[in-house]
């Protein structure tokens, strides 16, 4: 199993571009979820999706959508980058309900917004 | 909301000897999830330990294990026979068990392994 996959890896954007970072997992979990990860503030919710068709705003969203494609893909979009935007980007998943489980973690996205 | 506090942004060991990571955290739950996560410098998190509040024993991983004070709201991370390849970010979690979006994350402990 590759469990949470992330693309891409690192990406430089010029503020005002777009990006799409890509999430898919191979573990038949029902939530997926979007993490920004800055320092000294630990990892903070930007969205999620408890099952496949719905998608919820976290702590953070404003700036960001996302699409839950299907139930294995979970992608997050910015449609217009900022600066406050560089900042490594996790995504998680889980199954729905088990909250005794833990998150399973992708490898991160390191974006820098020019 | 429920806040998690890691109040040392810092820390650093020997080889082969004990630290403590402390995490404390704030909620009126009385069910709930706890976790220690670890973050090398890969970027990928792990778990390292997990705690289930309605549980009074202490969870254990091998060399990892928690002190979980739930009247203080504590859980501190205990790492004996310290090895290199302990250094790391560790990050304490709380997880709501009536939401199970509500994931919450303190700011992280970066520990040093000194050999």
């Known amino acids: 199993n590759a469990g949470v996959t992330q693309t891409p890896k690192f990406q430089v954007l010029k503020t005002g571009q777009s990006m799409t970072l890509q999430c898919a997992q191979d573990?038949?979990?029902?939530?997926m979820y979007w993490y920004r990860q800055d320092p000294g503030m630990g990892l903070r919710l930007i969205y999620y999706?408890?099952?496949?068709?719905?998608?919820d705003k976290g702590e953070v969203p404003n700036g960001y959508n996302v699409s839950r494609l299907n139930k294995r893909e979970f992608s997050l979009r910015l449609e217009s980058a900022a600066p406050s935007q560089t900042s490594v980007y996790f995504c998680?998943?889980?199954?729905?309900?088990?909250?005794?489980?833990?998150?399973?973690f992708g490898p991160g996205t390191r974006l820098t917004v020019t | 909301a429920q806040t998690v506090t890691q109040s040392q942004p810092e820390m650093s060991v020997q080889e082969a000897e004990t630290v403590t990571l402390s995490c404390t955290y704030d909620?009126?739950?009385?069910?709930?999830?706890l976790f220690w996560y670890k973050q090398p410098p890969s970027r990928q998190m792990i778990l390292v330990i997990r705690?289930?509040?309605?549980?009074?024993q202490n969870a254990t991983e091998n060399r990892f294990s928690v002190n979980f004070q739930k009247a203080a709201k504590s859980f501190s991370l205990k790492i004996s026979d310290s090895q290199l390849g302990d250094a790391a970010m560790y990050f304490c979690?709380?997880?709501?068990?009536?939401?199970?979006?509500?994931?919450?994350f303190g700011a992280g402990t970066r520990l040093t392994v000194k050999p």
């Open positions: 998680a998943s889980t199954i729905q309900g088990a909250y005794a489980y833990e998150q399973y």
């Open positions: 573990m038949n979990h029902n939530s």
């Open positions: 999706s408890a099952s496949e068709g719905t998608t």
């Open positions: 909620t009126s739950e009385s069910d709930y999830y």
């Open positions: 705690q289930e509040a309605y549980k009074q």
């Open positions: 979690a709380y997880r709501d068990p009536y939401n199970n979006n509500d994931m919450r």
